[in-house]
């Protein structure tokens, strides 16, 4: 597979040519600073390509190319928001960009509740407390039938939970679950954006009455319209799992397993309609035999995401080391390698390690984590070769 990296632009800290050193072939990345639902235009494409090429990399995948909300609810600006997708996608094509990562999540893209947790070693990692995030949803979202979702003993759990919690946890829960995790990725909610609470709420009730079918629909709708420009241009759409895969909040996901992903490429059954493998939210599902769905949509998928998660018996889940875990990456790697070894790969997210932890960097995206996954990864890849 071609060893690809998220990199997040000119500003991130670890630089291109860091990049090179460690073996990274392409890059993985977008147009961060341009609104979601704006054109791409032909110009900024073409300046962060010649940057990546300057120094001696390509840029192979492009993660992501955002769809708006109202593409998702099926808003009026709907077929507007559209045809400026299918603006950006001809700008991408144009320039040979030809592997465009998305995600058809509602408000929220993946979901953590613990950017820190510590490891035996020293290190840590990122971990989802089902509890913690039932008390977000129930007692500081206040979500309307929230309780509905939650046992008895569950929500008494959740009580006793509120009579200990300090405002600074409150604040802290409500940081990593709808700013950390989301706002260098989505765009819905940005650091420093006053009452995110209150932006979330209402960003919830967009999808008020929107169910899976619905949902399913608007996916539908969107991938029939923009597969003549990924024709034109050869562009292969891959659309990324849910991270957890599983109904969250009351809104709909429907990219949580194997029935859910043989939905989607037969609904649209193009070749140009296709999978980026995350390996990472795929096993975090208890539903999920991550390799026999590897197996299955090999020939579909576009893009592979490389981590792993392990599934607690309480219902927590914490990301695992790459080579532990249901994840199961070295099974992964013999099926993609034999699929198509020029398929690109990037390792997802990494412990923060040595020192990383004061870089500042994105939640997942660490230096020495992830340049320590990509080598035992490379390791497995020449192994299996
Ligand atoms: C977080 C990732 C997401 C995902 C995008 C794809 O690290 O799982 O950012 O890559 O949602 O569109």
């Known amino acids: 597979m071609e060893k690809t990296w998220r990199w997040f632009g000119k500003k991130d800290r670890i630089t291109l040519q860091m990049l090179r050193?460690?073996?990274?072939?392409?890059?993985?990345?977008?147009?961060?600073?341009?609104?979601?639902?704006?054109?791409?235009?032909?110009?900024?494409?073409?300046?962060?390509?010649?940057?990546?090429?300057?120094?001696?990399?390509?840029?192979?995948?492009v993660e992501s190319l955002p769809v708006s909300e109202a593409i998702k609810y099926g808003g009026d600006e709907r077929d507007r928001l559209i045809d400026n997708y299918i603006v950006s996608l001809g700008n991408l094509g144009k320039a040979g960009v030809k592997t465009v990562c998305y995600n058809f999540m509602p408000v929220i893209d993946w979901i953590r509740t613990d950017l820190n947790y510590k490891l035996a070693d020293g290190s840590t990692t990122l971990f989802f407390d089902k509890e913690k995030f039932a008390y977000f949803d129930v007692f500081i979202l206040k979500r309307k039938n929230a309780g509905k979702d939650y046992s008895k003993a569950e929500l008494d759990r959740l009580g006793e939970l509120d009579r200990s919690i300090t405002e600074a946890e409150k604040e802290r829960l409500i940081d990593t679950v709808i700013v950390k995790t989301q706002g260098f990725i989505n765009g819905n909610i940005k650091e420093g954006d006053r009452n995110p609470v209150a932006i979330f709420n209402r960003l919830l009730s967009l999808y008020d009455g929107?169910?899976?079918?619905?949902?399913?629909?608007?996916?539908?709708?969107?991938?029939?319209?923009?597969?003549?420009?990924?024709?034109?241009?050869?562009?292969?759409?891959?659309?990324?799992?849910?991270?957890?895969?599983?109904?969250?909040?009351?809104?709909?996901?429907?990219?949580?397993?194997?029935?859910?992903?043989?939905?989607?490429?037969?609904?649209?059954?193009?070749?140009?309609?296709?999978?980026?493998?995350?390996?990472?939210?795929?096993?975090?599902?208890?539903?999920?035999?991550?390799?026999?769905?590897?197996?299955?949509?090999?020939?579909?998928?576009?893009?592979?995401?490389?981590?792993?998660?392990?599934?607690?018996?309480?219902?927590?889940?914490?990301?695992?080391?790459?080579?532990?875990?249901?994840?199961?990456?070295?099974?992964?790697?013999?099926?993609?390698?034999?699929?198509?070894?020029?398929?690109?790969?990037?390792?997802?997210?990494?412990?923060?390690?040595?020192?990383?932890?004061?870089?500042?960097?994105?939640?997942?995206?660490?230096?020495?984590?992830?340049?320590?996954?990509?080598?035992?990864?490379?390791?497995?890849?020449?192994?299996?070769?």
């Not at 990345?29 to 001696?56: C, F, M, Q, R």
């Not at 340049?371 to 990864?377: D, F, N, S, T």
Request: hydrophobic fraction near 40%.
């Open 210 to 385: 929107t169910g899976k079918d619905r949902l399913r629909e608007h996916l539908r709708y969107f991938l029939t319209r923009i597969m003549p420009v990924c024709e034109e241009y050869g562009i292969n759409m891959c659309i990324h799992p849910d991270d957890p895969p599983r109904q969250m909040l009351g809104l709909p996901r429907i990219v949580t397993d194997t029935e859910d992903i043989q939905w989607i490429l037969d609904a649209v059954d193009n070749p140009h309609n296709g999978l980026t493998f995350c390996a990472g939210s795929l096993s975090s599902g208890a539903q999920n035999d991550v390799p026999a769905m590897a197996r299955r949509f090999a020939g579909r998928t576009r893009f592979v995401h490389l981590r792993s998660a392990d599934i607690l018996p309480n219902g927590d889940f914490i990301e695992a080391p790459h080579l532990e875990g249901r994840g199961r990456l070295i099974e992964l790697v013999r099926i993609f390698e034999k699929e198509d070894p020029l398929l690109p790969m990037r390792v997802d997210h990494g412990r923060l390690m040595l020192d990383d932890a004061d870089k500042g960097y994105n939640p997942g995206y660490s230096f020495h984590g992830r340049m320590y996954a990509l080598a035992q990864i490379d390791g497995v890849m020449a192994a299996v070769k």
């Open 21 to 61: 050193q460690i073996g990274v072939e392409g890059i993985v990345t977008a147009l961060h600073d341009v609104p979601n639902g704006e054109v791409w235009t032909s110009e900024a494409i073409h300046d962060l390509k010649t940057y990546i090429e300057d120094a001696g990399l390509r840029w192979s995948v």
